[in-house]
C-alpha cells in the first residue's frame, strides 16, 4: 500500500511513500533483535564513536532535512533548519552515554553488591506529526546509547525526514538493522508495536486519547511506556510583569508551528487590572507576525500539515464567532489559518479542549489564587509560562501550576539537556536530561558472595 503526500503550503503532491504492513513489521523486529545483540555487546567506546559518526552525518545534511520538513510539513525555514540542528545536537548529548552508564556499588554484608543498567533490547517509538524530527530523536538517541535497537513510525502525514534520519544512520556506519525507519498507519504499524512480544518498550508522541490505547494495550504484556501526549497550558501574565514583553512574545508562546504544538500556551490568563491594557499591545504583535510562504526567510508561521487537521481548528470557530482580533494568512491554495485571538467564557470549549492550530483564548483573574486554580483546571499539564516581577511570587505559581515544564520570564520549554515532560493526562514519564537513557534500561541487582579469607 502506497500513500501520497501533500506540500501542505501548496496543496501539490510531493511524494509517494510505501507503506509497512504487518509482516514487513514483523521482519525488521526480528532483524533488530540480532543487531541489538551484537550492538549492546560492542565496546563502550565504539557506540560512542558510532553515535558521533551518526551526529555528524544529521549536521552534513541539515540543509536537505530542513528542505524536506518545509516540504513535508510546511516548518518555516528557519525552524526546520533549528530542528534538524536539534537531531544532531541530541545525538551528540547522548553519544556520551555508552561510556558512562554506570551502575552502583551498594554496601552489603558478606560479598559485593552491583547495579547494572542493562537495555531492554528492541523500543518502538511512535511520534506525531507536528515535530516529526525533534520528537523522533528524543526517542531514539537516548534508547540507541543505552544499548537498544530502535522501530520508528512517524505519522503518517510527516514520514520523510524520519525516513532520511534512518538513511543517514546506515550511511554513517550504525549496524544493520539497529535503527530502522517504518512508515505506516497506526492501526497497522503502531499497533503491532504494541502487540509484538519482541517490542520491550513503547515511546508514544501524539494525542491523548491514543496514548490511553496504547498504554491499555501495552498493559497486556506488561510492556513499558513513556507517553508525551496533549496540553492546554497557560500563559500567566500578572500585573506587576513587564507587560509590553508578556505582549510582545505571547504569540510566539502560542503561534509556533502555527500552534500545532503541545507546548502552546493557548491559555493566557492575565490579571484583570492590565486586561484592556494588554490586549492593546496584543494586537499589534498578532497581526504583526509574518505568516507565509515555510520557505521564505522572514515567514514566521507557515500552514496548517493537512486539509483534515484545518477542517479540524477551524470548526473551532465558525463564522459567528466574537474573534477579539486576528492576524493574516494567505489566501489561495494551502492549509492557511490566520492566528485567532477569542475571549471567550472560562467554560468554552476553546477553554478546554486542546485545539491544536493558530487559536488563543484570553482570560481574565483576579488573584494569585484564582490565576493558579484557571491554570490548573485542565486535565493536561504540560508546558507554561507566568510572567511577573516579583521573585517569590514567581516562586510560588511556579510550585503551585501542575505542568511538566515551566518557564518564567519566557517561553521556553524544550532544552535537550532538560528533562521534558508532562503531568496529568499530558503524559507518563520524561524524555531529555540527563536520566533519559536510563528509562530505556532495566536495573539489574547481582549480588557476588565473597567468602572470608
Ligand atoms: P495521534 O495520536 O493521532 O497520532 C500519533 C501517532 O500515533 C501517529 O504516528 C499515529 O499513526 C499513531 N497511532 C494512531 N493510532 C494508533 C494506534 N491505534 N496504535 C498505535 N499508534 C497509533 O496524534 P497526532 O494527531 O499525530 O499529534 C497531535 C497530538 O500529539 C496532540 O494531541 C499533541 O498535543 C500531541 N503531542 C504531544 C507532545 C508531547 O511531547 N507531549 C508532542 C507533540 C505532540
Same mark, same amino acid.
Given at each position: ?44 567506546? &565504539? ?22 520538513? =518545509? ?34 556499588? *551498594? ?8 547495579? %547494572? ?15 516529526? !524530527? ?5 526517542? %531514539? ?45 497506526? @492501526? ?6 504494541? @502487540? ?5 518498550? *513503547? =515511546? ?8 490511553? !490505547? #496504547? !498504554? ?6 506488561? /510492556?513499558? =511506556? ?14 506587576? +510583569?513587564?507587560?509590553? /514583553? ?15 504544538? +503541545? +507546548? ?14 494588554? !490586549?492593546?499591545?496584543? &494586537? ?15 515567514? &514566521? ?53 486542546? *485545539? ?15 490565576? *493558579? ?21 514567581? #516562586? ?16 521556553? @520549554? ?8 508532562? %503531568? ?19 536495573? /539489574?541487582?547481582?549480588? %557476588?558472595? #565473597?567468602?572470608?579469607?
Amino acid at each position: 500500500m502506497i500513500t501520497e503526500l501533500v506540500n501542505p503550503a501548496t496543496e501539490q503532491a510531493l511524494r509517494t511513500v510505501e507503506l509497512t504492513d504487518v509482516d514487513g513489521v514483523d521482519d525488521a523486529i526480528a532483524r533488530a533483535k540480532i543487531a541489538q545483540k551484537g550492538w549492546a555487546a560492542a565496546a563502550p567506546a &565504539e557506540r560512542a564513536t558510532a553515535l558521533r559518526a551518526f551526529a555528524a552525518a544529521v549536521d552534513a545534511h541539515v540543509g536537505e532535512l530542513a528542505a524536506l520538513e =518545509v516540504a513535508n510539513s510546511g516548518h518555516p525555514i528557519g525552524a526546520a533548519e533549528w530542528e534538524a540542528g536539534h537531531v544532531r545536537d541530541v545525538l551528540q548529548f547522548y553519544s556520551a552515554t555508552p561510556e558512562r552508564l554506570s551502575g552502583k556499588q *551498594i554496601p552489603v554484608a558478606g560479598g559485593l553488591d552491583v547495579t %547494572f543498567n542493562e537495555p531492554m533490547g528492541v523500543i518502538g517509538v511512535i511520534t506525531p506529526w507536528n515535530f516529526p !524530527m525533534p520528537i523522533a530523536v528524543w526517542g %531514539f538517541a537516548p534508547a540507541l546509547a543505552a544499548g537498544n535497537a530502535v522501530v520508528l513510525k512517524p505519522a503518517e502525514w510527516t514520514p520523510l525526514t524520519s525516513i532520511r534520519l534512518g538513511e543517514l544512520a546506515l550511511e554513517s556506519g550504525l549496524p544493520e538493522g539497529l535503527f530502522q525507519v517504518l512508515p505506516g498507519q497506526g @492501526s497497522v504499524v503502531g499497533e503491532r508495536f504494541i @502487540s509484538h512480544p519482541g517490542v520491550r518498550k *513503547i =515511546v508514544f508522541t501524539g494525542s491523548t486519547e491514543v496514548g490511553t !490505547m #496504547v !498504554m491499555a494495550g501495552a498493559a497486556t504484556q506488561v /510492556k513499558r =511506556v513513556t507517553l508525551e501526549l496533549g496540553g492546554k497550558s497557560a500563559n500567566i501574565v500578572f500585573a506587576d +510583569c513587564d507587560l509590553e /514583553k508578556a505582549a510582545a512574545t505571547a504569540p510566539y508562546g502560542v503561534f509556533d508551528n502555527a500552534g500545532q504544538d +503541545c +507546548c502552546a500556551r493557548s491559555r493566557i490568563l492575565v490579571q484583570r487590572s492590565v486586561f484592556d491594557k494588554f !490586549m492593546e499591545l496584543l &494586537e499589534p504583535a498578532v497581526k504583526g507576525l509574518v505568516v507565509g510562504d515555510p520557505a521564505a526567510r522572514d515567514t &514566521e508561521m507557515g500552514p496548517l500539515v493537512s486539509r483534515k487537521h484545518f477542517d479540524s481548528v477551524a470548526a473551532y470557530v465558525p463564522d459567528d464567532t466574537n474573534v477579539a482580533f486576528r492576524g493574516s494568512a494567505p489566501s489561495g491554495p494551502g492549509f492557511w489559518f490566520p492566528p485567532t485571538v477569542l475571549t471567550p467564557e472560562r467554560t468554552d470549549r476553546t477553554v478546554t479542549e486542546e *485545539i491544536f492550530g493558530p487559536v488563543v483564548t484570553v482570560l481574565p483573574f483576579e488573584d494569585e489564587a484564582d490565576a *493558579i486554580a484557571l491554570a490548573n483546571d485542565t486535565e493536561y499539564g504540560l508546558s507554561g509560562s507566568i510572567w511577573t516581577g516579583n521573585l517569590s511570587r514567581a #516562586v510560588r505559581v511556579s510550585r503551585a501550576v501542575d505542568a511538566g515544564n515551566l518557564s518564567v520570564n519566557s517561553h521556553s @520549554s524544550v532544552r535537550y539537556n532538560t528533562p521534558f515532560g508532562g %503531568f496529568k493526562q499530558s503524559g507518563l514519564g520524561r524524555e531529555l536530561g540527563p536520566d533519559a537513557p536510563l528509562h530505556f534500561t532495566e536495573t /539489574k541487582n547481582v549480588f %557476588f558472595a #565473597v567468602e572470608e579469607s
